[in-house]
């Protein structure tokens, strides 16, 4: 693997100035890491607009200091969300890449206990925020640099998944928590795929398309094992590429016998990968997405009723 996996990519729209732990932040530029800030040095106001002058999306941070950084994060989440001062996109993208770091270190220790509890903490601040904030989807689209895909796009899945479930359904917070845990690590299974299939660019060979589906399959095994996830977290793991039709994979279950989690992530799954800038086309907007989703709902891809309901409820929090 590239050097990148040493370097974690921060949105600068989620540091907060004034508010960020005493770690060092560097410029990526022409390939190399260059110090921007040491750690001892405030990341001020003046900081903030002189990136957004010179377009600087992201700043890095080595990935040995994520710990300080998330646990900074964390603990003071609660806070910066409660905060006057910060924009809702503000708050939306703090809270989105505090969770997407959270979800990084899931992938690759879920069956640690601290993981998991860290996870559940950030269920319920992504259930708070979707629930309360009008404006809370919007923020999701933009804030993660591309190598970091699949983080970004779990927690866009958790985000509308919660949304669903809280607006259709009476779930107790338990199972709310397991519904967002178990969307953020849906494609758990992925890591056990090579690296070579899923960067690749072009149409997946056969072969290749046989392989990535297995992820759903290996995930849930893997996890299962774990021991400590729920039916709810396994059910989103292993069926969330499930069809209505009962074309789907890895069981090839059918309608109603598909668990309903499973049903409601296969259609936030879709939308957030469509709505989603990828490095082999750009993101559709979100007529778009719908439209080809509708199209696929006919062809038996999704529960009709429950699509509809999902189109009923993104539509409410599209902006004017
Ligand atoms: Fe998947």
């Known amino acids: 693997m590239s050097k990148d996996r040493y370097w974690r990519a921060i949105s600068i729209d989620s540091i907060s100035p004034e508010c960020f732990p005493n770690v060092a932040l560097y410029l990526r530029s022409g390939g190399n890491y260059v110090l921007y800030k040491d750690p001892d040095r405030m990341f001020t106001i003046e900081d903030h607009l002189r990136l957004e002058r010179s377009r600087t999306e992201f700043l890095y941070v080595r990935s040995g200091d994520m710990d300080i950084l998330n646990e900074f994060m964390e603990n003071n989440l609660t806070e910066m969300l409660a905060r006057n001062d910060l924009s809702s996109t503000a708050k939306g993208r703090i809270l989105y890449q505090t969770s997407v770091n959270c979800v990084i270190d899931m992938f690759e220790s879920p069956e640690t206990a601290a993981n998991l509890?860290?996870?559940?903490?950030?269920?319920?601040?992504?259930?708070?925020?979707?629930?309360?904030?009008?404006?809370?989807?919007?923020?999701?689209?933009?804030?993660?640099?591309?190598?970091?895909?699949?983080?970004?796009?779990?927690?866009?899945?958790?985000?509308?998944?919660?949304?669903?479930?809280?607006?259709?359904?009476?779930?107790?917070?338990?199972?709310?928590?397991?519904?967002?845990?178990?969307?953020?690590?849906?494609?758990?299974?992925?890591?056990?795929i090579s690296s070579d299939v899923l960067e690749k660019n072009d149409a997946l060979s056969g072969i290749e398309y046989y392989i990535v589906k297995q992820h759903?399959?290996?995930?849930?095994?893997?996890?299962?094992?774990?021991?400590?996830?729920?039916?709810?977290?396994?059910?989103?793991?292993?069926?969330?590429?499930?069809?209505?039709?009962?074309?789907?994979?890895?069981?090839?279950?059918?309608?109603?016998?598909?668990?309903?989690?499973?049903?409601?992530?296969?259609?936030?799954?879709?939308?957030?990968?469509?709505?989603?800038?990828?490095?082999?086309?750009?993101?559709?907007?979100?007529?778009?997405?719908?439209?080809?989703?509708?199209?696929?709902?006919?062809?038996?891809?999704?529960?009709?009723?429950?699509?509809?309901?999902?189109?009923?409820?993104?539509?409410?929090?599209?902006?004017?």
């Open 216 to 320: 759903t399959q290996k995930g849930y095994e893997y996890l299962k094992r774990c021991g400590n996830y729920s039916g709810v977290v396994l059910n989103i793991v292993r069926y969330h590429h499930e069809r209505y039709d009962g074309n789907g994979y890895p069981t090839g279950l059918k309608g109603g016998d598909i668990p309903r989690s499973g049903q409601v992530t296969a259609i936030c799954d879709v939308y957030s990968a469509l709505i989603m800038d990828r490095a082999h086309r750009k993101a559709r907007s979100h007529a778009d997405a719908i439209k080809v989703m509708r199209e696929d709902s006919k062809n038996g891809a999704f529960n009709p009723d429950l699509f509809e309901h999902f189109v009923a409820i993104i539509n409410e929090r599209q902006p004017a």
């Open 117 to 192: 509890l860290r996870c559940r903490n950030m269920v319920q601040h992504i259930m708070q925020h979707v629930a309360t904030d009008s404006h809370a989807l919007e923020s999701l689209k933009t804030v993660i640099s591309h190598n970091f895909y699949i983080f970004a796009h779990a927690v866009q899945v958790a985000a509308l998944s919660l949304l669903v479930h809280e607006k259709l359904f009476e779930l107790a917070p338990d199972e709310m928590v397991d519904v967002g845990i178990g969307s953020l690590i849906h494609d758990y299974g992925m890591t056990f």
